[in-house]
């Protein structure tokens, strides 16, 4: 097998405004195993760009260690990208993006970076309002050391060895939600139709935008008796809404025949249109939010789709009130004033 990923594109491949086609937004090839739900993510993420019309060196993509924390490689070869070390790609990414917030910040990670060796860089990046993008491609187990429980499966899901969870499992939609964080989303990977719309949404989102996506570990826990196999997931998937992103200054028409319509205004002029599925959730109501999640929990379902969003959101920037400029671009007169602003910042601490 070759893992030399083939440069011939058919010469009529579609162009974005950009006059790039789609090809532009890929990687490497995946050597994942065949079928494994994260290629679905990283397919999601180059169509996602490839629509926003996306120049991919203004993205930088940031990763752990983990079977999701190669996916990088595999999506967006021509933007910056950073592979951490196991846990740590949220203080990577905050450094990167006080250094320079002109970027576009996108972290990938698994339930293992994240729930277990990551939990606290997860938790202090969730209320710091780190503006990125974080996606969690959540299979509740370890793939790279052979299909182990992480903290993700759900208590009573039975593994590929036969062995049953005895502990309850994290889940860190509502721990994102309980810790403040201003976007909580959450998908599979088999669902490009609403994943794509997220990741769209929560490019835009001025503040920490987290999405979780269930994606079967084909290999270790794809059987029978595990709640993140691609069977059990398409049984319990329960929708809050129909989502469409709608861009800044697009016009578009939107009808369905039943249901409620919610339009969510974005910062930047773009919205979100929700065809709300789910009966008394609000995607800006905290409370309401929470109250959805845990009654899916309580008939056994996944509950996926725009879960709570606060459109009206300060990020770290704006709340340490740093530079407009990347901090490379200031020169020596701006970062050593002198001994007089030392002596005015001393005076002011007597």
């Not at 729930?115 to 969730?126: K, L, N, T, Y």
């Not at 036969?162 to 403040?180: K, M, Q, Y």
């Not at 974005?266 to 789910?278: N, P, Q, R, T, W």
Request: charged share 20%; glycine share 8%.
């Amino acid at each position: 097998m070759t893992y030399v990923k083939p440069k011939f594109r058919h010469p009529e491949l579609p162009k974005n405004k950009l006059g790039y086609s789609v090809d532009y937004y890929e990687g490497a090839l995946s050597t994942l195993c065949a079928g494994c739900g994260h290629d679905s993510i990283s397919a999601a993420v180059v169509q996602t760009c490839f629509e926003m019309n996306i120049e991919p060196h203004r993205l930088a993509k940031l990763s752990g260690i983990g079977c999701s924390s190669k996916t990088p490689a595999y999506f967006l070869s021509n933007s910056h990208g950073f592979n951490s070390v196991h846990g740590r790609m949220p203080s990577v990414a905050t450094g990167a993006n006080l250094a320079n917030k002109d970027l576009i910040y996108f972290g990938v990670s698994g339930d293992g970076d994240t729930a277990s060796i990551g939990m606290g860089q997860f938790v202090h990046v969730i209320r710091r309002n780190l503006n990125m993008i974080y996606i969690v491609m959540n299979n509740g187990c370890y793939g790279l050391t052979k299909g182990q429980d992480s903290a993700t499966a759900d208590e009573g899901s039975k593994n590929k060895t036969g062995h049953v969870n005895l502990f309850e499992g994290i889940d860190l939609s509502s721990l994102a939600i309980e810790l403040g964080a201003t976007f909580v989303a959450q998908s599979f990977s088999g669902d490009k139709d609403q994943l794509i719309p997220l990741i769209k949404a929560a490019i835009k989102h001025p503040g920490f935008a987290f999405i979780n996506v269930i994606s079967p570990c084909v290999t270790f826990n794809n059987n029978v008796g595990s709640t993140k196999s691609y069977d059990y997931v398409r049984e319990h998937v329960e929708a809050t809404a129909t989502i469409d992103f709608v861009p800044e200054m697009t016009e578009i028409i939107t009808s369905y025949e039943e249901g409620s319509l919610k339009t969510v205004k974005m910062h930047d002029g773009s919205s979100i249109e929700l065809h709300k599925l789910a009966k008394d959730w609000d995607p800006l109501d905290k409370i309401s939010a929470m109250n959805a999640i845990q009654h899916a929990k309580q008939k056994h379902e996944i509950l996926t789709g725009l879960l709570y969003m606060n459109p009206e959101t300060t990020e770290l920037h704006k709340l340490l009130n740093t530079s407009d400029r990347a901090l490379n671009s200031l020169k020596k007169k701006e970062l050593c004033p002198g001994s007089k602003a030392l002596v005015d910042i001393n005076a002011g601490l007597r």
